[in-house]
């Protein structure tokens, strides 16, 4: 699969790792233009490459990498109609993220009853809007090794096909999607302040053994 991206920070580049770790291809983008990313490109190997907006917006997904203040105006401009965009961003209103109680209070009352996500999708009109990957600082994530722990990344969508894509897309990497539900509801919950934000989990197999009871004479 081919994934662009629309944002080139550590988002951009530690998902993409992962992503060419599990065999796709990735397009980085940036406001300084792809000549800009050159450095950036050559230390993600052959499988990455530097585009504008557009030429990333091409792409089978498209990630949302920007920071919150920045998304309006990395939105604009594409037509989002039937293209699947993942929404990575998370809603800090300050020009830097303040992860305090009362900084993330102020985000949260911010968007007005709404979830970062559907604001997103508001901003990007026709698009299968996917939440995800913003759940947890990209610093937990940089085992890139086919032993890396199968850290979980939560999903929220209301576009069923749009959400199974990126579901799959996340498990070829060798972390683990959990479907949270809708844009709506699983959005709160993963979204900056919802109770699933920055909270690290890990997939691990259970495995239950059923013995077989035999009769036993009366």
Do not use: Y
């Not at 980085?28 to 050559?42: I, M, N, W």
């Not at 985000?107 to 559907?118: C, I, K, M, P, Q």
Request: glycine share 12%; hydrophobic share 45%; proline share 5%.
């Amino acid at each position: 699969m081919k994934v662009g991206f629309i944002g080139a920070g550590r988002m951009a580049t530690t998902i993409g790792r992962h992503l060419i770790g599990g065999g796709h291809e990735v397009v980085l983008s940036s406001s300084r233009g792809p000549e800009a990313l050159a450095g950036l490109v050559a230390d993600l190997g052959p499988a990455a490459s530097a585009g504008s907006k557009q030429e990333a917006a091409e792409c089978d997904v498209v990630i949302l990498a920007t920071n919150w203040a920045d998304a309006p105006e990395a939105l604009k401009g594409i037509n989002w109609r039937g293209r699947i965009l993942v929404d990575g961003t998370n809603a800090h209103m300050g020009e830097k993220p303040d992860i305090s109680a009362a900084g993330v209070a102020r985000s949260v009352a911010a968007l007005e009853g709404r979830t970062s996500s559907e604001t997103v999708a508001a901003m990007a009109p026709g698009a299968r809007l996917v939440k995800s990957i913003s759940n947890m600082p990209m610093a937990w994530i940089q085992d890139f090794s086919p032993q890396k722990p199968k850290t979980v990344l939560f999903v929220s969508g209301d576009d069923r096909d749009a959400k199974a894509l990126v579901v799959e897309l996340i498990d070829s990497t060798g972390l683990v999607a959990l479907d949270l539900g809708s844009l709506a509801d699983g959005g709160a919950m993963q979204q900056l302040g919802g109770p699933l934000s920055a909270v690290e989990l890990h997939f691990v197999r259970r495995i239950v053994r059923q013995e077989k009871l035999e009769p036993r004479a009366l």
